[in-house]
């Protein structure tokens, strides 16, 4: 029977279904893992809609797993007494202005204990409301910490100094490779890892033959990659950069016909490169984001529980999501509820103290505050990361490596670059 | 006919519009305070907007504009220590400047070709924020602009920067609204409708153009300039695609045809927004849908549903009678409440 929709009927399921979303958003905020008794709220606030959607979504879908699984086996455990904890997340859409009236709502009215931020702008725009309500906040940038913003802690990532260790796992493992080319995004994510690279390359006595710069106008790679190419590097370094352009830029580079060794801080959805590329071109490839059913990540100095059954469940429940932020914001977490459980408190500054007092129980293991060197404060626990390498069209950690001797002992070679080139 | 209010009531309505919004920064949630601050703000921007709408071009550099603002009167801050308020002038000074530039290869276009060129002068501009970190801050930005104080009071606080934003809006608007009912307004409106006609009795349109595209820029860059003392801390991302986006959705959704209308798609679409929250990466959806059948079904936007409401329940009434001309609403496009242009 053929149906007749008219401009009414049209109409009228269209008002019908805006008037229902209308009044499904009067309902309580997206939040998870709410049972019976009390709980403890923690805020989420990073872009969930937009350009950097990326880089924030798929660490809320690994929050969400995390949160599930932690209230499946109890909780958190504070005074005895054992608590669920729930997510409420807030949009910011990378606005400064939608992240002061998230981070409003979520702590004056949500009442969350905690509040886990993406980067930048959105963090500084909270910074001054969150520092008058000693509210702690994280961040995935150090970059962002600063004296002005005593309760901003960046206790994951460790970008961009991890990419040290990369450098010295190739000094180490493939002494054939003198010369190194860049890609490099210019904006401070490119910039900051840029310099981190040329301190690292400088140590390890690998010279740099040619940067080239992209800007976000870009739309074609080919003469991008055409001139790092014809400078004859011995490796091609893409540095750090959206996922996007990562895939373009292995693209080109594949078209082209380079056939020697990548580095870059993160691959990131690599079995659809693969697909654009090959097996046989990724091979080799030198990066820092594992996929969680490594088994060293399952060994008892990492901290991060059932690491390989979030990992399942997160690429059961997101096919082709997971990417370098899918288990940073969760790790996160996981770092707050050692802090909470050591200070039988929940309460933001008694849990600030418990994560200060000691060494941090970072992730990849024992890690020391550090920062004051650099950024004015020591509010980013460094230490181990993985360097990761693709085998056989798979990521696997080649060695956990720790970052703080080779910063001890070049720390004015990192400052040199990082002055130089204008990101400090 | 439609029977015009009287100054009486028109004056009670907006002495009571008035005294509702100084109560409710003292009965409102923080966040929402926070909401209401950033929708003075976006009403003086799509107002602004406006202003060059009804000259029949849209801009697609008007929020970059209002970044040239933010940043002018955040970099003066920083560089010269200058006062927030005499930076706050500059900063609005010089978004119209920069619009003044712009418009002499701007407004060798029309119509689609402008709407484009705008696009792709305010991106060069965006673009270059994020490339000359020395001087705009890159990417990141400038944080720690000063924020506004009058003698001890620190306007960066919720409170008293809502009743500045909220006089600087009514202000901002007055203006606006007294410039389209000048003689001023009424050419602009002219050179819309029969640009051809208008020049031949010796109205410069691109002169005409020219002055509403900078009038428009320097009320936009004023918006941006409150935006960076607020925030204190600006970014290229701020004044983004995105954002325009947004702004060309309050406009088309209200209906640009009267002065009412961007502010009341501003208001009702942020006050949706706020409310759909549950939805996270699902609400550019509900908002695509609203533009959708605003388009199809009010494409003189919000402010022609009452005499459509008015109208259906005329018939309803009346068991279907067809209306007279009267009663049915106004047309779609700028300048909707005048009379449509003569054939001859």
């Known amino acids: 029977m053929k149906t007749k929709v008219t401009r009414r009927k049209f109409l009228a399921g269209s008002a019908g279904t805006i008037a229902g979303l209308s009044l499904a958003g009067t309902l309580p905020k997206r ?48 005074g005895g007494d054992w608590h669920q904890i729930e997510v409420i997340s807030y949009d910011d859409e990378y606005l400064g202005a939608k992240a002061v009236t998230g981070a409003k709502k979520l702590v004056l009215e ?74 490099t995004q210019n904006d401070e994510l490119g910039m900051n890892s840029l310099a981190t690279y040329a301190a690292a390359f400088e140590v390890a006595g690998i010279e740099i033959i040619e940067e080239k710069l992209f800007g976000f106008e870009i739309t074609d790679f080919a003469p991008v990659v055409s001139a790092v190419l014809a400078a004859k590097p011995d490796m091609l370094c893409l540095d750090t950069a959206y996922p996007d352009y990562i895939n373009l830029i292995l693209e080109q580079a594949f078209l082209q016909g380079w056939q020697g060794p990548l580095i870059g801080a993160s691959l990131d959805n690599y079995p659809a490169i693969i697909a654009k590329t090959s097996q046989e071109f990724l091979e080799g490839y030198i990066f820092h984001y594992p996929d969680f059913d490594d088994p060293r990540l399952q060994e008892p100095d990492i901290n991060f529980t059932n690491a390989a059954e979030f990992y399942r469940v997160y690429t059961e429940r997101h096919p082709g999501a997971w990417n370098a932020v899918s288990w940073e914001y969760a790790a996160i977490l996981a770092m707050w509820k050692g802090a909470v459980e050591a200070a ?13 007092s000691t060494d941090a129980p970072h992730i990849f293991g ?27 069209g ?31 | ?85 005499l930076t706050m002038l500059f900063g609005s000074l010089t978004a119209a400047a920069i619009a003044y530039i712009l418009s002499f290869p701007l407004f060798r276009m029309k119509g689609f070709y402008f709407l484009i060129g705008s696009f792709a002068a305010g991106e060069a501009i965006r673009l270059s924020w994020g490339r000359f970190r020395g001087v705009f801050g890159g990417s990141k930005g400038i944080s720690a602009i000063p924020p506004l104080e009058i003698g001890n009071i620190n306007l960066g606080m919720p409170v008293p920067f809502y009743f500045f934003a909220l006089a600087w809006m009514v202000i901002c608007l007055v203006i606006m609204y007294r410039l389209e009912k000048s003689r001023l307004g009424l050419t602009l409106h002219a050179i819309h409708w029969q640009d051809l006609l208008a020049e031949s009795v010796g109205v410069n349109a691109r002169h005409y153009r020219v002055l509403a595209f900078v009038i428009a820029s320097f009320f936009a860059g004023f918006a941006g300039t409150m935006l960076a003392h607020y925030l204190s801390v600006i970014s290229p991302h701020e004044f983004g695609l995105g954002i325009m986006l947004s702004v060309l959705v309050w406009a088309i959704v209200g209906g640009v045809g009267t002065f009412a209308g961007p502010i009341i798609g501003v208001v009702l679409l942020s006050f949706v927004d706020e409310s759909i929250r549950a939805f996270d990466e699902y609400r550019p959806l509900v908002y695509g849908i609203v533009l959708i059948l605003t388009i199809l079904f009010l494409p003189e936007g919000l402010q022609g549903l009452p005499a459509r409401v008015t109208l259906f329940v005329r018939r309803f009434w009346r068991g279907g009678r067809r209306e007279t001309v009267e009663a049915r609403p106004t047309g779609a496009g700028v300048a909707s409440d005048r009379p449509p242009p003569s054939a001859s």
């Open chain 1, 31 to 78: 939040s998870f893992a709410h049972e019976e008794g009390e709980v403890i709220k923690i805020g989420f606030l990073g872009a969930l809609t937009g350009d950097l959607a990326g880089w924030v979504l798929p660490g809320l879908y690994g929050v969400e797993i995390w949160v599930e699984q932690i209230n499946a086996a109890g909780g958190v455990k504070v």
């Open chain 1, 110 to 183: 949500d009442e969350v204990k905690f509040l886990v931020m993406s980067f930048t702008t959105p963090v500084f725009a909270a910074q001054p409301f969150l520092t008058e309500q000693k509210m702690v906040s994280t961040t995935l940038t150090p970059s962002d910490m600063s004296p002005e913003r005593p309760y901003l802690i960046a206790p994951v990532e460790q970008h961009p100094f991890y990419l040290v260790t990369g450098v010295e796992w190739i000094r180490r493992n493939r002494p054939d490779i003198k010369t190194v080319a860049f890609v």
């Open chain 1, 344 to 356: 039988d408190s929940a309460e933001p500054m008694d849990v600030f103290q418990a994560m200060k």
């Open chain 1, 366 to 392: 024992p890690a020391a505050w550090w920062g004051t060197e650099v950024y004015g404060i020591d509010n980013a626990p460094v230490g181990k990361w993985p360097v990761v390498q693709m085998q056989s």
């Open chain 1, 394 to 424: 798979k990521p696997v950690i080649v060695d956990m490596a720790d970052m703080r001797p080779w910063l001890a002992e070049h720390q004015d070679v990192l400052m040199r670059h990082m002055k130089d080139r204008n990101v400090i």
């Open chain 2, 1 to 85: 006919m439609k029977k015009a209010s009287s100054p009486w009531t028109k004056g009670l309505s907006l002495g009571a519009l008035l005294a509702a919004v100084c109560v409710l920064p003292f009965i409102v949630k923080p966040f929402q305070l926070e909401v209401l601050i950033f929708l003075f703000i976006n009403i003086v921007l799509v107002v602004s907007f406006r202003l060059i709408a009804i000259t029949g071009e849209f801009s697609l550099a008007h929020v970059v504009i209002m970044g040239t603002g933010a940043y002018a009167s955040a970099l003066l801050g920083k560089w010269f220590g200058l006062d927030p308020w």
